[in-house]
């Protein structure tokens, strides 16, 4: 058994997991790529931030045509970033720190550049290597026609034509083919890279599109619109489970039982999170101790700013992750998402309300008008993103943050065409802005070239004039800053952490109100008249108090009497 980093077994279930976008962190060499140098330079500002670990977005090699998803060796160092000896160093600071680390794992699918497809590529119709993804010929007498109508999640088909009559699946970009999960070298070889970077001091992974490495591609193929039904069967409304052919297939937890026992070798095991977007009652089984022990839920990102809509998703979160003796994840943000303190400030989001769908589609009004109409109210997006945020990390379970969300940042909507790189807005006639927004560089200075994120080249999305007042330098002095803000809640959050019960305290019809072991309270206020709190001593607030009432749009930790 190898001893991995830390004692506690159970040191994930409430942890604060800080996300790395490594290229766009910090960039230390000056090329306008953020690199692991860079995130070593920062480990004393995360560890003042007060986080228990960082994830790691990949920093494989990569011709980044997806943002580093794209993965061309999984068990090395893009070079654009660095060498596995800065990884090493990496770690090394991060251990000193008291940090732990996750790294992004990709099964789905590899990059056009591994070497598995470029071989398969060279090689005929029906090859051993051709094997390792997935090949099919085309239809019609010329073959030039892809064997289904199926469209990828980027936009277009998920066929690509090889020129000799084959064609490849990629349910993502054409730069990125699915995996056969059912040969045994691609399981054989993931299970290696996990041990390979275990060994290098890793304490998990987040598994990147978890739901999707089983398929049953069995012909005839289902049409997209059939495929279509089946997904708002089974993964909208769960009614009919196990029925899609991509998607949340049953056979995917046989590769998960075996990643278990590598995560078993070490001391203590290590931990992983999958990004499975499945019904909400199969999420447990991705979060199963036999499985990848715990699945990411995005049904709070997807709230509007109601507090109905929070309240259910808290209790139907919490009661997912308990059928699998688990603990739930809470996340606003990351790198595929607008950033919440700009969902927060697009006021017709709410009064569409209701449905997931109108929200994100109300956000992608905002993209594609570049901000414009509708108009982000950025101070009140700040000050409702500062209240969530204060009440998430008082609710049991791990909570997940993004780069740049504890300066408060807004989404950067106005990026010039030539500036883009997400394949959505190639893949849509750039109808579809992507989300390049929430991946511009986070700055640390308030002025200079590229806010002190690197001094030489332009960051490789520029950064836009206004990123200097969230700067960290410009936020560290000022105890009202949203970083100050962070780092008081986090640090607390270790003080009073106990058990991962939550008890609520009322029925409010605009303030969630709840309880946790050890006297610690947290009261929020969505919408409603100034609150007023029970006797205690108010620990943090995320914004100011009115003759010690709680305004709306504010949360606040209490000690109780
Ligand atoms: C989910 C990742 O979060 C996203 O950024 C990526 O584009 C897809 N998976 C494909 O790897």
Request: one cysteine or more; hydrophobic letters at 35%.
């Amino acid at each position: 058994m190898t001893k991995t980093y830390g004692a506690d077994p159970n040191w994930w279930r409430q942890a604060c997991v800080y996300q790395i976008y490594p290229r766009s962190f910090a960039d230390a060499n000056g090329d306008g790529i953020g690199d692991l140098q860079g995130i070593t330079e920062k480990v004393p500002y995360l560890q003042q931030l007060g986080v228990d670990a960082v994830w790691l977005s990949p920093f494989y090699p990569s011709a980044l045509k997806d943002g580093g998803y794209d993965v061309a060796d999984y068990r090395d160092v893009d070079p654009k970033i660095g060498t596995l000896a800065d990884f090493d160093a990496m770690m090394t600071a991060f251990k000193a720190a008291g940090i732990k680390v996750i790294v992004d794992i990709v099964p789905n699918h590899s990059s056009d550049d591994h070497v598995w497809f470029q071989e398969a590529l060279r090689s005929p119709k029906g090859s051993p290597a051709r094997d390792r993804y997935i090949f099919r010929d085309g239809l019609g007498p010329n073959k030039d026609q892809p064997p289904s109508d199926w469209v990828c999640i980027f936009g277009g088909s998920a066929w690509e034509p090889v020129g000799d009559g084959q064609w490849y699946l990629h349910l993502f970009d054409t730069s990125q083919p699915d995996f056969n999960w059912r040969h045994p070298e691609v399981r054989a070889d993931f299970l290696t890279t996990l041990r390979f970077w275990a060994d290098r001091g890793v304490s998990g992974f987040r598994v990147d599109v978890a739901h999707g490495l089983a398929k049953d591609m069995s012909e005839p193929l289902k049409s997209q619109e059939e495929m279509h039904t089946l997904f708002l069967e089974t993964i909208e409304n769960g009614a009919r489970p196990n029925i899609h052919p991509l998607w949340d297939r049953d056979e995917v937890h046989e590769i998960y039982r075996e990643w278990r026992k590598v995560f078993d070798e070490y001391d203590p095991p290590l931990t992983a999170v999958a990004e499975a977007w499945v019904a909400s009652d199969r999420k447990h089984i991705y979060a199963s101790p036999e499985g990848l022990g715990q699945s990411f839920s995005f049904d709070m990102l997807m709230c509007n700013f109601r507090r109905d809509e929070f309240r259910d998703t808290i209790e139907a979160s919490l009661k997912d992750a308990s059928g699998s003796g688990s603990s739930t994840t809470w996340v606003f943000s990351n790198h595929d998402v607008v950033r919440h303190a700009t969902r927060y400030g697009l006021p017709k989001a709410v009064e569409k309300g209701g449905s997931h769908g109108n929200f994100a589609s109300f956000c992608k009004d905002y993209l594609v008008s570049r901000g414009k109409d509708p108009v982000c109210d950025v101070e009140l997006g700040l000050r409702r993103a500062r209240a969530a945020t204060l009440m998430m990390l008082a609710l049991p379970g791990s909570a997940y943050l993004y780069q740049g969300e504890e300066l408060g940042l807004p989404e950067v909507a106005d990026i010039a065409d030539q500036d883009r790189q997400d394949p959505t807005f190639f893949r849509n006639n750039g109808e579809e802005m992507g989300r390049d927004g929430c991946r511009v560089p986070i700055p640390w200075t308030k002025t200079g070239k590229n806010f002190g994120f690197g001094g030489g080249k332009t960051a490789h999305i520029p950064m836009p004039e206004w990123m200097g007042e969230f700067a960290v330098e410009a936020e560290d002095p000022d105890a009202a800053s949203t970083l100050n803000l962070y780092r008081r809640a986090l640090g607390l959050r270790r003080e009073l952490q106990a058990d991962e019960t939550l008890e609520w305290v009322n029925d409010e019809p605009e303030v969630l109100h709840f309880k946790r072991n050890g006297g610690w309270e947290v009261a929020m206020n969505f919408d409603g008249p100034e609150y007023e709190l029970p006797k205690g001593e108010v620990l943090v607030a995320s914004g100011k108090l009115v003759g010690g009432k709680v305004p709306k749009n504010t949360a606040v930790w209490l000690k109780s009497a």
